[in-house]
Every structure is written in structure tokens, then in C-alpha cells.
Nanobody
Framework: QVQLVESGGGLVQAGGSLSLSCAAS????????MGWFRQAPGKEREFVAR????????GYADSVKGRFTISRDNAKNTVYLQMNSLKPEDTAVYYC?????????????????????WGQGTQVTVSS
């Protein structure tokens, strides 16, 4: 089992950058694929990015491709989401999630029920 805690959210102007972190407890972290999701008010939780257990493979939603970068440091039990060129439509609560069942896969696995562990979320607000 793993516990996840996100940090790094905040208020930023359009075009700006933010870096989110997700700290995990437990030695199993390095064996899990990790993902970032987001949920805006009145909308369903949507996939943002995913990274394999080793960090060698990544996948992104089309809406963030080229602007966001997911990475991880298994020695620090942390996964990151660097967000550049932010837009007002990126405003949402951002969640990190762990997928222990498919550690190497980055394609597919874009649905929330496929992830077993979730953080509490961190708010990102992008002003126009």
C-alpha cells in the first residue's frame, strides 16, 4: 500500500508555470506506474499524464502534450508534474495516483478506476 500527498498548487497567470510534487510513502512506490489526473468544477476527473515504474516511458493527454512533463525520482519516492504555458482551462484540482497492476504500460490506463491509490489533491488556478 502507498499513501500519496500532493503539493505545489497555487494561483498563476496564463502563460506561467507551476511544478507539482507527489510524495509517496512505502517502499512499493518504485514498482508502481504513476499518473496525474485533474478535476474541474462540474466535470469528471480526467487523465493528464502517466509514467512507468522506471520513468523510461511517459504518456500525456492531448490537451497537455508539449506543455506538461511528468517525471519521477524513485530514490525520493516522488513524482512530479512540470506545467508550462498554463491556460485558464488548466484550472482544476490535480491528483496523483498509483497503478500497481501495470507498472510498465503508459498507453491506455487513462481511467480513474484503473488506479488504486490517490492523493488528496492540490488546487491549480490559472487566471486570464
Amino acid at each position: 500500500q502507498v499513501q500519496l500527498v500532493e503539493s505545489g498548487g497555487g494561483l498563476v497567470q496564463a502563460g506561467g508555470s507551476l511544478s507539482l510534487s507527489c510524495a509517496a510513502s512505502g517502499r512499493a512506490f518504485s514498482r508502481y506506474a504513476m499518473g496525474w489526473f485533474r478535476q474541474a468544477p462540474g466535470k469528471e476527473r480526467e487523465f493528464v499524464a502517466r509514467i512507468s515504474w522506471s520513468g523510461s516511458n511517459t504518456g500525456y493527454a492531448d490537451s497537455v502534450k508539449g506543455r506538461f512533463t511528468i517525471s519521477r525520482d524513485n530514490a525520493k519516492n516522488t513524482v512530479y508534474l512540470q506545467m508550462n504555458s498554463l491556460k485558464p482551462e488548466d484550472t482544476a484540482v490535480y491528483y496523483c495516483a498509483a497503478d500497481p497492476r501495470s507498472p510498465t504500460t503508459v498507453t491506455g490506463r487513462i481511467h480513474a478506476p484503473e488506479y488504486d491509490y490517490w492523493g488528496q489533491g492540490t488546487q491549480v488556478t490559472v487566471s486570464s
